[in-house]
């Protein structure tokens, strides 16, 4: 196990991170719990800042606010001088909320719909990434009948794909991002975003994939996007200034894995830029810009559990079933990821058991971990995941209808609540109950109270209040959530 950030172990042979004592920490806060190293963070916004803001000219840095969003985590970025990529209307609110700047918002996305467009329009967002020749068109409709005049890249496939530890180049045009240089669909959509009044075209964006370690993948693409932005002011006869890599850079989840530091990409990027450039004899971009998510957040992240169920299958496999799973962290149910675990109470017992992490939901594949090296378990034990900083709770789910965990920044031994746990109020605050289900057993209506702040169901006339039949079972909802009248 990688001890990250500022994760240690204390006096009492406990987990620790941020100075808080994980098994205190679920006390506190209940579990599953996310626990998030502010000072990680912090520190891997610092880096990319140094490497690339500080680094190259004209370098700017954008979270992917996919990784993980909410108001902390986007309040964390701007406190660090980051810009942020944002590809929903619900993203862009959570920056705007927790006070970005407008200006240094990227809207990326392949399905914009028109409210989004306006939205972000009119929150004057710096950069629209625009995907497709649908969206060009609605971008530049919607700009026009606000008098705006947004600043837009296009999302093109440089015909690279980088998968993790290798890379390839391909002609691969069958991807739902982006236009394709090969097919010269990239070409014709900038040809036709050039002569689109309401359009500031400033440059092209690409983003060949993820969790990828190979520094010359991003070289590679440097150089191809190099060559076509030459390609692209030989035909428009305008140099267009601005040129967007993307994010996608691996990070550390088990012992396969060996990111670079991000000083070597920033390095390797800018040198094939310049080198590529140099050659076409080309004016390096104003603008260099990459939007990480995963690498800045995936690290700082740890899922604490309470073990539960313990079952031996003899001869076969030990499964510890946990309080949270593919709800909580879909990757390996998605993805086949991988993670490292510790038992937070037990951080110096030796290993004795090899088992597999399980969680509670209705599905075979809803396993966190498989055959791992572990101490002796027993229910009640606090059991550690360690890297799920990113696309954990922005993808999390109710399915079953398990509560999403709550959320805890954690530095200097304090822990601040950053995402409320949900409770059952919140799992049936959108639900609705239409009037004709009230009728109950085809005989009397029934009146329901909503949980609070909900409207109340109106009955038909002369039916409201009737009362249920004598020895009629009341509708047992979770107690001060919601009642029978
Ligand atoms: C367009 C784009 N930019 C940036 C990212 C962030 O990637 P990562 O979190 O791997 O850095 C993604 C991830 O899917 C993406 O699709």
Same mark, same amino acid.
């Given at each position: 196990?990688?001890?990250?950030?500022?994760?240690?172990?204390?006096?009492?042979?406990?987990?620790?991170?941020?100075?808080?004592?994980?098994?205190?920490?679920?006390?506190?806060?209940?579990?599953?719990?996310?626990?998030?190293?502010?000072?990680?963070?912090?520190?891997?916004?610092?880096?990319?800042?140094?490497?690339?803001?500080?680094?190259?000219?004209?370098?700017?840095?954008?979270?992917?606010?996919?990784?993980?969003?909410?108001?902390?985590?986007?309040?964390?970025?701007?406190?660090?001088?980051?810009?942020?990529?944002?590809?929903?209307?619900?993203?862009?609110?959570?920056?705007?909320?927790?006070?970005?700047?407008?200006?240094?918002?990227?809207?990326?996305?392949?399905?914009?719909?028109?409210?989004?467009?306006?939205?972000?329009?009119?929150?004057?967002?710096?950069?629209?990434?625009?995907?497709?020749?649908?969206?060009?068109?609605?971008?530049?409709?919607?700009?026009?009948?606000?008098?705006?005049?947004?600043?837009?890249?296009?999302?093109?496939?440089?015909?690279?794909?980088?998968?993790?530890?290798?890379?390839?180049?391909?002609?691969?045009?069958?991807?739902?991002?982006?236009?394709?240089?090969?097919?010269?669909?990239?070409?014709?959509?900038?040809?036709?975003?050039?002569?689109?009044?309401?359009?500031?075209?400033?440059?092209?964006?690409?983003?060949?994939?993820?969790?990828?370690?190979?520094?010359?993948?991003?070289?590679?693409?440097?150089?191809?996007?190099?060559?076509?932005?030459?390609?692209?002011?030989?035909?428009?006869?305008?140099?267009?200034?601005?040129?967007?890599?993307?994010?996608?850079?691996?990070?550390?989840?088990?012992?396969?894995?060996?990111?670079?530091?991000?000083?070597?990409?920033?390095?390797?990027?800018?040198?094939?830029?310049?080198?590529?450039?140099?050659?076409?004899?080309?004016?390096?971009?104003?603008?260099?810009?990459?939007?990480?998510?995963?690498?800045?957040?995936?690290?700082?992240?740890?899922?604490?559990?309470?073990?539960?169920?313990?079952?031996?299958?003899?001869?076969?496999?030990?499964?510890?079933?946990?309080?949270?799973?593919?709800?909580?962290?879909?990757?390996?149910?998605?993805?086949?990821?991988?993670?490292?675990?510790?038992?937070?109470?037990?951080?110096?017992?030796?290993?004795?058991?090899?088992?597999?992490?399980?969680?509670?939901?209705?599905?075979?594949?809803?396993?966190?971990?498989?055959?791992?090296?572990?101490?002796?378990?027993?229910?009640?034990?606090?059991?550690?995941?360690?890297?799920?900083?990113?696309?954990?709770?922005?993808?999390?789910?109710?399915?079953?209808?398990?509560?999403?965990?709550?959320?805890?920044?954690?530095?200097?031994?304090?822990?601040?609540?950053?995402?409320?746990?949900?409770?059952?109020?919140?799992?049936?605050?959108?639900? =609705?109950?239409?009037?004709?289900?009230?009728?109950?057993?085809?005989?009397?209506?029934?009146? @329901?109270? !909503? &949980? $609070? %702040? +909900? #409207?109340?169901?109106? =009955?038909?006339?002369?039916?409201?209040?009737?009362?249920?039949?004598?020895?009629?079972?009341? @509708?047992? !909802? &979770? $107690? %001060? +959530? #919601?009642?029978?009248?």
């Amino acid at each position: 196990m990688k001890r990250h950030g500022t994760i240690g172990v204390n006096e009492r042979g406990h987990l620790e991170i941020g100075g808080c004592d994980a098994v205190e920490l679920v006390r506190e806060f209940g579990s599953p719990l996310y626990v998030i190293d502010e000072d990680l963070v912090r520190q891997n916004c610092r880096a990319y800042h140094q490497a690339f803001i500080e680094g190259i000219p004209g370098g700017e840095v954008a979270y992917a606010s996919k990784a993980f969003c909410n108001l902390a985590m986007a309040r964390l970025v701007i406190q660090e001088d980051l810009g942020i990529d944002v590809v929903s209307a619900g993203e862009l609110y959570t920056a705007l909320s927790a006070g970005a700047d407008p200006g240094r918002i990227d809207f990326n996305g392949n399905n914009k719909t028109p409210d989004e467009l306006r939205y972000a329009l009119e929150s004057r967002v710096g950069r629209f990434i625009a995907d497709n020749f649908t969206e060009i068109q609605a971008l530049d409709e919607m700009a026009g009948s606000l008098g705006l005049r947004p600043k837009v890249l296009l999302r093109v496939q440089p015909g690279i794909e980088a998968h993790t530890h290798e890379y390839i180049q391909t002609g691969k045009i069958d991807s739902k991002f982006g236009l394709s240089i090969a097919t010269g669909q990239a070409m014709e959509a900038l040809t036709l975003m050039s002569k689109k009044e309401n359009l500031d075209l400033v440059g092209i964006h690409c983003h060949i994939g993820s969790q990828i370690f190979e520094v010359d993948a991003f070289a590679q693409a440097a150089r191809i996007m190099a060559s076509f932005m030459s390609y692209a002011r030989d035909s428009l006869g305008f140099p267009l200034p601005e040129l967007n890599l993307g994010g996608g850079f691996g990070i550390y989840y088990n012992q396969n894995d060996s990111p670079a530091p991000v000083r070597d990409f920033a390095q390797a990027m800018y040198a094939a830029l310049r080198d590529e450039m140099g050659k076409l004899s080309f004016p390096l971009p104003r603008r260099i810009s990459i939007e990480p998510g995963r690498s800045i957040i995936g690290n700082a992240g740890t899922t604490l559990y309470t073990v539960g169920s313990i079952k031996t299958i003899p001869r076969v496999r030990t499964y510890i079933a946990v309080d949270g799973g593919m709800t909580d962290n879909p990757r390996p149910a998605l993805y086949q990821a991988k993670y490292e675990m510790a038992l937070a109470n037990k951080m110096l017992a030796a290993n004795q058991i090899v088992a597999s992490v399980a969680g509670p939901c209705c599905e075979t594949g809803d396993m966190l971990i498989w055959d791992a090296a572990m101490p002796w378990v027993e229910t009640g034990d606090i059991l550690a995941v360690f890297s799920t900083g990113a696309y954990n709770y922005s993808m999390a789910s109710n399915y079953n209808r398990l509560l999403k965990p709550a959320a805890v920044l954690v530095a200097e031994g304090k822990a601040r609540l950053i995402l409320r746990r949900e409770n059952f109020a919140d799992l049936v605050r959108n639900d =609705l109950m239409p009037e004709h289900l009230l009728w109950n057993q085809g005989k009397q209506w029934q009146k @329901l109270t !909503l &949980p $609070e %702040g +909900e #409207a109340e169901l109106t =009955l038909p006339e002369g039916k409201a209040g009737s009362a249920l039949p004598e020895g009629e079972a009341e @509708l047992a !909802l &979770p $107690e %001060g +959530e #919601a009642r029978v009248e």
